[in-house]
């Protein structure tokens, strides 16, 4: 167990969240001021590990729905999210043990933390993702067979949707509907669990993980260490089946953005950094998706794709990329777990449109 308990772990955490969120999952900054408010009130998250929950504990999943570029306008009400825990703990009859986050990108791995400050309930250390998705049915939950609903959607006006869908393919239709209906931006408590399904079917140490990437990156700063480098020494771990690579830096050329049924939709042009005539593309649903150079892929979902500020290593969410800014951009292989055949069916490039095979970024890079 783990009490978060300075301002300064809250900022290294939204950091390493907007890192793993690969340009998604909302703004950072928003998520940090709310779980920094709960602090100065003297309400502390507590995160644990999933093996300290009894296998019949009652687990949900809390996020935020919708399209980040919203969230920015819309912020977050205290007030939602407490009765997130009154509405479902109303619907299915029993307390709430502990929280999970969905996905550990950007705001949606704040949440649940300023949640579980103001309820008193711990965090487990662990999502479905190891990064950010656009779409409510692709975690490994739902791979093995924890379902997405019975789920409660929610807004600020007080709206309350509960769904119950077949499958969680049309769980994502309904929510996406709901969501365009009610302005784009509601709150879901979704994949209601045990703690047995939680210990077998999570992506775990995802929330220590943006503490220490978060952490990594101050502290390289602070010691006028180049800062990217730093950080892509940090994530490169081959002994334990992750790799990470630098793989562009320069100056972005153009960016399209547009908000569209819910998502944030767009294209990334980044021009080389030495003055060549190379050319990076990064494609953008919510998250960055696939990465070209040239025009060949180079780093593909559900591998993260992340883009930094090439001099602080600040990650950059979708919706902060403007033209002018100078910035490198990352490759890092997504969990073992997330690479499975069973996981790439749901996940893999083929769902969202891309007509290529999953390759993992270590063999690109070696290539």
């Known amino acids: 167990m783990k009490t978060i308990d300075s301002v300064e772990q809250i900022q290294d955490m939204a950091r390493g969240a907007v890192f793993l969120g690969t340009g998604g999952g909302g703004d950072p900054y928003i998520g940090e001021l709310f779980v920094t408010r709960q602090l100065n009130e003297g309400k502390r998250p507590v995160i644990i590990n ?42 299915f009859g029993r307390r709430i043990d502990a929280l999970i986050s969905a996905e550990i990108g950007g705001a949606n791995s704040m949440f649940p933390l300023a949640l579980g400050a103001i309820a008193g309930l711990p965090v487990i250390d662990a999502d479905g993702m ?169 780093t593909i979902v559900p591998d993260l794709i992340s883009i930094v500020d090439r001099e602080s290593a600040e990650p950059l969410t979708a919706e902060m990329l403007a033209y002018g800014q100078r910035v490198a951009v990352i490759g890092y292989g997504a969990a073992e777990i997330m690479r499975r055949p069973e996981c790439l069916a749901v996940f893999g490039p083929a769902l969202f449109g891309i007509n290529e095979p999953f390759v993992p970024l270590e063999t690109y890079t070696a290539t």
């Not at 929950?53 to 407490?82: C, K, M, R, W, Y």
């Open 130 to 298: 190891g990064r950010a998705f656009p779409h409510i049915e692709m975690t490994t939950f739902s791979v093995y067979g924890c379902k997405a609903t019975p789920a409660l959607l929610l807004d600020d006006s007080g709206n309350v949707v509960m769904i119950e869908t077949v499958d969680d393919r049309t769980a994502e239709d309904v929510a996406r509907a709901v969501c365009a209906a009610l302005g784009s931006m509601i709150y879901g408590a979704l994949y209601p669990m045990s703690g047995k399904q939680a210990k077998d079917f999570a992506v775990h140490g995802t929330l220590t993980q943006t503490l220490e990437i978060g952490r990594c990156i101050r502290q390289a700063r602070e010691g006028s260490d180049d800062a990217v480098r730093a950080l892509v020494s940090h994530l490169h771990r081959p002994d334990q089946g992750r790799h990470a690579r630098q793989l562009f830096e320069g100056k972005i050329q153009d960016v399209r953005h547009e908000t569209r049924d819910g998502w944030h939709w767009g294209t990334c042009r980044i021009a080389d950094a030495a003055g060549g005539t190379d050319e990076f593309v990064v494609e953008i649903q919510n998250e960055f998706l696939v990465a070209r150079r040239n025009g060949k892929s180079v």
């Open 50 to 91: 999933a093996d300290e929950l009894a296998d019949d504990a009652f687990v949900l999943s809390v996020a935020g729905i919708g399209a980040p570029t919203v969230l920015i306008e819309h912020l977050v009400s205290a007030t939602t999210l407490q009765r997130i825990v009154a509405a479902a703990e109303r619907h």
